[in-house]
């Protein structure tokens, strides 16, 4: 850490020493948390706190990172180097993008810069669109305002997995500050303007199913909300062009504000954040509320339960609602050849792949993070058909001309299945119930446990060593009867006291608990948040009484929290 703290007091600016010079005097803690690692690309790529140090976010990390990229892409292409450049809302999201579209040129590299914030799914589009060899995204999706993040991208359009993210990696570990080239060649900067906007509402034009039925709902009432963030650039855009006439924005979170000054978490997966989506819609008796992270590549929904009253729906039920829209309305039209599949992550609702299996559609599963999504429609690309993605973290990717979870074509496909579900069942909460019916209750809950700091990691990498050397033998009662272990790619049957190895290429620090009434239990660190997250998925019989499903449900949660003891 010292060596790290030397080199920051010999090649950063004035003001910068000076600020070290100050936590060194006042604040040893604090100096201590924003040297004591670096910061590392991990399934969101860099991310962390805004600050002075190698453990934030600031000119010299996203510097170190850009220096890194385009030292490896050098490396790897021959021809002349193109890379697409998008920022958010967020606090130095716009400067530190200035910032890499500086390195990049000083190192030759032709930059395509969008001229006004602009969402992730955007970002994915232009690299594929304009040939850029690599991109980057400056965002910290819906993390708390403090942070920001540095998302890489290849050429195409999914963000970095192996081997070059290892190879970025490697080349970032050897660059040195005074390495760093920040004289920009403005003559290899040009700016991205509204027509490519253009090019890619065309392509979302292309995934409606239902013109006609949209046009008979067009006053189908919707709330949006871009939570001080970029989907406000193109959601209403896209809804009016899917036909909906009837949108209602919150104006109160309409402007891009990095300070998110009306949310606790600008995420769209908690409740706070909708309260004043809800508040609207209860005043204006909506049909559907949409909600988008800073970024745009999430999107939460809220709709109306058989009394009129508004619910939220979580990851994985949304992505249950689309994919039975999407599979039930590719049959119908006979676009069904036997030759196409979806997507989702291992953590993700089994339910997908109940559906999968109705329509005979091929389900891959694959670890958290949208990029190993895309590289199973990358392997797939010319031999098969790619439907749709999801993963239950609220990330949805429909069509095949983006390679990252994309909020923006979400918004309109949700929109128009809310009036088809209204068309064929009388709303999209008695749509869920159908497909309940149909396939069994399923019901799906996420724990996150936040660990801060240096204390925070050790104590998360504690937790799983206990539970790779002392797994569970029960869960609420049920005995456990497979363990798979995605960091020793092993599945252990219990009962049969067997084990095989797992068929995935790469190591991932997961595990998971199946036990015999039908329970998984997935825990892993994230790897964008100081958290460690577990994933509860239950099957059980459909009934009318819902209280009372969830009521057991919830019941059997606080039961296996006690089991995995916090």
């Known amino acids: ?238 809804l009016e062009r899917f036909g909906f006439q009837n949108v209602h924005i919150v104006q109160e979170q309409a402007e891009p504000n990095g300070n998110f000054p009306t949310v606790v978490y600008p995420n769209p997966e908690e409740a706070e954040a909708l309260t004043l989506a809800l508040q609207k819609a209860k005043q204006i008796n909506a049909d559907l509320v949409l909600a988008n992270d800073p970024d745009a590549d999430r999107v939460g929904i809220a709709t109306k339960d058989l009394q009129g009253n508004f619910v939220l729906l979580n990851g994985n039920q949304t992505g249950v609602l689309l994919m039975y829209y999407l599979l039930t309305m590719w049959q119908k039209q006979g676009k069904l050849t036997g030759n196409e599949y979806i997507v989702k992550t291992i953590v993700t609702t089994e339910l997908i792949d109940a559906i999968a299996e109705k329509f005979g559609v091929k389900c891959y599963n694959t670890y958290t993070g949208f990029k190993y999504i895309a590289s199973v429609m990358r392997e797939n690309e010319g031999k098969a058909t790619y439907i749709a993605g999801c993963e239950e973290s609220y990330g949805y990717l429909i069509g095949d001309f983006v390679r990252d979870k994309d909020g923006i074509s979400a918004c309109a496909l949700i929109a128009e299945m809310t009036a088809y579900a209204q068309e064929n069942y009388g709303g999209l909460y008695a749509m869920l119930l159908h497909i309940y019916k149909e396939f069994g209750w399923y019901e799906d809950a996420l724990v996150s446990l936040t660990k801060k700091g240096i204390a925070g990691m050790e104590e998360i990498k504690t937790m799983m060593t206990k539970f790779r050397q002392n797994p569970p033998q029960r869960l609420a009662g049920s005995p456990v009867l497979k363990i798979k272990d995605y960091q020793n790619l092993t599945e252990k049957d219990l009962q049969k006291n067997q084990e095989k190895k797992l068929n995935f290429d790469e190591k991932s620090n997961v595990l998971q608990f199946f036990t015999a009434d039908g329970t998984k239990v997935s825990v892993r660190p994230s790897g964008t948040e100081p958290k460690i997250k577990f994933y509860f998925n239950f099957k059980t019989n459909f009934q009318e009484n819902v209280e009372q499903i969830q009521q057991t449900l919830q019941e059997k949660i606080r039961l296996i929290k006690q089991d995995l003891g916090f």
Request: include cysteine.
């Open 1 to 238: 850490m010292q060596e790290r703290i030397s080199e920051w007091l010999t090649c950063t600016d004035a003001a910068t020493q000076q600020a070290i010079r100050e936590m060194q005097q006042n604040a040893p803690n604090e100096l201590q948390e924003a040297f004591f690692q670096d910061l590392e690309f991990g399934t969101g790529g860099l991310r962390g706190i805004m600050g002075i140090g190698t453990n934030r976010m600031n000119k010299y990390t996203v510097g170190l990172a850009t220096q890194g990229l385009a030292n490896y892409l050098k490396k790897t292409f021959t021809e002349p180097i193109k890379v697409a450049i998008s920022y958010d809302s967020r606090n130095q999201s716009r400067e530190f993008a200035h910032i890499a579209a500086d390195i990049f040129s000083a190192n030759g590299i032709h930059v395509h810069m969008f001229q006004s914030l602009r969402p992730t799914p955007l970002l994915s589009f232009a690299i594929r669109y304009l040939g850029c060899q690599s991109g980057i995204m400056l965002t910290a999706s819906h993390n708390p305002k403090e942070y920001n993040g540095y998302k890489a991208y290849w050429a195409d359009g999914s963000q970095l997995v192996k081997p070059h993210d290892e190879g970025v990696i490697a080349e970032v570990k050897k660059v040195k500050i005074q390495d760093i080239c920040f004289n920009p060649q403005s003559q290899l900067i040009s700016c991205i303007d509204e027509t490519l906007d253009e090019m890619y509402f065309q392509k979302v034009q292309k995934l409606s199913l239902n013109a006609d039925l949209n046009q008979k709902y067009k006053n189908l009432s919707i709330v949006y909300t871009s939570l001080h963030g970029t989907g406000i650039t193109l959601v209403p855009k896209v």
